[in-house]
């Protein structure tokens, strides 16, 4: 099997990029240093793409691992044929290997293993031959044998002919053909189906109770349920197809006649689809749903990270962290614009205590000591007070403050850690949530990457998720997130610099000790004097690492120190020097290097044209940020509502804090977050929301229903 020729189809790419991708991944380089820094040798391919076909390269490299490990147990068994060895080499999936090999697995004593050690075979073959002449008692009656070992002993013609048909059910069991054939059945006509295990219990799964839907149109998120659901004990779930269609299909397989000998036959393809072959495919078909179910939920979960993880941060702000709570009162934390802990305290201004003054005093305090200029609250419990509470306080002030409330999801998690204990050892857990309450909103990469991304509960089942994979895929999204921004090298945590290209855990504590015994970074060169950190991994890393104010310009940009030479040679050309980068005059750069011509330009300095675009993006604004480029959250100042409050009708600005299979849950100023269906997004069609929205996007919405009860609010984004 030629993989990268696949690839190159399946990807519709040319098999030179295939090549060179496949190349540099096994040279060890990492998916986010291809993207940026061999863009030449892909063609520019992303790096979502890339993961893409990283993963789908492993797949097609088990695939051959696995047909290799077959075809061997099957030739020291001496049973290899042209015929095997063709449908093996043809096989495109591991499903498909795995049925091929079914028959000659090693098989733990049953029924028919037992039936074969009788030498009950040839009677098997009697009846499968179906000669209409053929009494098959009269035949059985050859078979009997009465011997002191149970295990060989046929007694009586019935258990002969019981034997050779449990011998035919398991060969027509083994049909790799008709195992494929009766799966896709499955895929195209089968139904998914469940029941209420308890019709009187209340639960969740209500809408499942009686429920049916196509193998092929079902939804992810309602595979996920239902799964949950059988898992909980609440319901009872099947995949079947039209009744008698599978014995159908084995009998026209097998049957060739009404014979005697065609009837047992028949008896033994039934026996084979109901004991055998229907329970193995059902849990085939049932697995193949929730990986695919899983793998999009990991998908949607992913992108909403990536979203949440790109969030412009709120730069050089002064920032009040609260989080909030009734009895043991709001935890608050003061951080200054770099994210350094300025000040904390506690206040009451919530039940039991309600010293909503005293609180004001204090906080009014804080704000004027500090000059803080945004407030970080929290979403989890005794938000809606703590938020009214802040409202009312700045309305009372000439200060200019705005606040936003924020996820506090996975706040707990980072707190109650090893690494917030390193890194605020004087701080209790519940200040320690304060302060990352804060720093969440000063800037979401730097805090977030310190959470396990599981934890930051953007996504939907995720605690269902395959762990391996889940944790995989979402480590993917944050080590493209924060290479695609890339790291200030002397303010970085080690949770931050352990995500960037070529760097582990180890050598990102090694960089911050480098950093605390011989001081600030002033040169990218000096990663190679840090323990652990060679050659090897200062290429891919040294791209994404910034120094500002460092004795090289180019190094608080993205271009790589292997290109250099070339953005010098660049600026000479055009007339600059690397002083100017610093000081701003390279305003007209992008006019002079597109008058003279990329590729004429790239040729003279010697790289190719994807790199020099780059290089020019990179000097025009040095130390850019992609994150500045995007709209910026939504603070609030005003009034606090709560659900009484709200009117069918009512039109709000909202921002989106999840997006789901079948919708979007939209933070509009309530404590609930509201729900925008799929179905009132747009008046076009859509397959899923985010074709139309994704986290953090300012949206304006009109109220549809208000459950006060059920404390669930509908909107709708549609005009």
């Not at 015929?83 to 090693?106: F, N």
């Not at 009404?258 to 085939?284: F, H, M, N, T, W």
């Not at 299979?661 to 009132?680: K, N, P, R």
Request: proline share 3%; glycine share 6%; with cysteine.
């Amino acid at each position: 099997m030629d993989i990268n020729l696949m690839l190159s189809q399946e990807f519709k790419l040319r098999k030179e990029q295939i090549d060179n991708t496949v190349n540099l991944i096994d040279d060890g380089k990492t998916i986010p240093f291809i993207a940026r820094y061999r863009k030449e040798m892909t063609g520019s391919l992303d790096d979502q793409i890339l993961r893409e076909i990283y993963d789908r390269l492993n797949y097609l490299r088990n695939l051959t691992k696995r047909k290799e490990e077959i075809t061997n147990s099957i030739n020291e068994q001496g049973k290899m044929t042209e015929e095997i060895q063709a449908a093996i080499d043809k096989a495109v999936t591991l499903v498909e290997v795995e049925d091929i090999y079914r028959p000659y697995k090693h098989k733990r004593k049953t029924r028919v293993s037992v039936a074969r050690a009788k030498g009950l075979e040839p009677l098997a073959e009697i009846l499968l031959a179906q000669d209409e002449n053929t009494i098959p008692e009269k035949e059985a009656e050859a078979f009997l044998v009465e011997s002191e070992e149970a295990d060989k002993t046929v007694s009586t013609v019935e258990d002969a002919l019981q034997g050779a048909m449990d011998i035919i059910a398991e060969d027509v069991s083994d049909n790799a053909a008709l195992r494929k054939y009766i799966r896709e059945m499955f895929m195209q006509i089968g139904k998914i189906s469940s029941k209420a295990t308890d019709e009187e219990a209340e639960t969740v799964y209500k809408n499942y109770y009686e429920y049916s839907e196509g193998v092929a149109k079902i939804a992810g998120h309602r595979v996920l349920a239902l799964d949950r659901g059988e898992k909980e004990e609440a319901l009872k779930v099947s995949v079947d197809i039209t009744e008698g269609a599978g014995e159908r299909a084995c009998c026209q397989k097998y049957v060739v006649n009404d014979s005697a000998c065609g009837q047992l036959v028949k008896l033994a393809c039934e026996d084979s689809y109901k004991r055998l072959i229907y329970p193995s495919i059902e849990r085939e078909i049932r697995s193949e749903l929730t990986a695919k179910a899983c793998e999009g939920a990991i998908k949607v979960f992913g992108d909403n990270l990536k979203q949440l993880l790109m969030q412009p941060p709120i730069k050089n702000s002064v920032t009040l962290g609260l989080d909030p709570a009734y009895r043991t009162g709001c935890k608050i934390a003061v951080v200054d614009g770099t994210g350094k802990v300025l000040d904390t305290t506690v206040v009451y201004p919530t039940p039991p205590q309600s010293k909503i003054e005293e609180a004001k005093k204090k906080l009014v305090a804080l704000i004027r000591k500090h000059n803080v200029t945004t407030i970080s609250i929290g979403n989890g419990t005794a938000s809606r007070e703590s938020e009214a509470f802040v409202a009312d306080m700045l309305k009372e002030i000439p200060e200019k403050v705005s606040y936003m409330v924020v996820s506090e999801a996975g706040a707990s998690v980072y707190s109650a850690s090893k690494l917030a204990a390193e890194e605020f050892p004087e701080y209790d857990v519940s200040l320690r949530s304060a302060v990352s309450i804060a720093r969440r909103l000063q800037d979401p990469l730097a805090e977030l990457v310190k959470i396990d991304p599981k934890a930051i509960g953007v996504g939907q089942y995720q605690h269902d998720m395959p762990k391996n994979r889940m944790d995989e895929a979402l480590s993917g999204v944050v080590e493209d997130c924060v290479n695609n921004v890339g790291v200030d090298l002397n303010t970085a945590s080690h949770s931050l610099l352990s995500y960037i290209s070529g760097i582990n855990a180890g050598v990102a504590k090694n960089i911050v000790k480098y950093r605390e015994e011989n001081g600030a970074f002033t040169d990218r060169k000096q990663l190679l004097k840090v323990s652990k950190l060679g050659a090897k991994a200062y290429e891919q890393c040294a791209g994404f690492l910034r120094v500002r104010d460092g004795k090289n310009p180019l190094d608080n940009t993205s271009v790589h120190p292997e290109s250099y030479d070339a953005a010098k040679a660049l600026l000479e050309k055009c007339g600059y020097s690397l002083s100017d980068i610093n000081a701003g005059k390279l305003t007209d750069l992008s006019e002079k290097t597109e008058k003279t011509g990329f590729t004429k330009l790239a040729d003279e300095i010697g790289v190719g044209v994807p790199t020099l675009k780059d290089i020019v993006k990179e000097l025009v604004k040095p130390g850019r940020d992609p994150r500045d480029e995007l709209p910026k959250p939504l603070m609030r100042s005003g009034d606090v509502m709560e659900l009484k409050d709200l009117t069918i009708g009512m039109e709000l600005m909202g921002t989106v804090r999840n997006v789901i299979d079948f919708g979007a849950f939209v933070d509009i100023g309530v404590h609930e977050d509201g729900l925008v269906h799929i179905s009132q997004m747009t008046n076009r069609y859509i397959k899923h929301p985010m074709e139309v929205v994704k986290v953090g996007d300012i949206v304006k919405v009109k109220v549809l229903d208000v459950d006060v009860k059920r404390k669930r609010i509908s909107l709708t984004m549609k005009p």
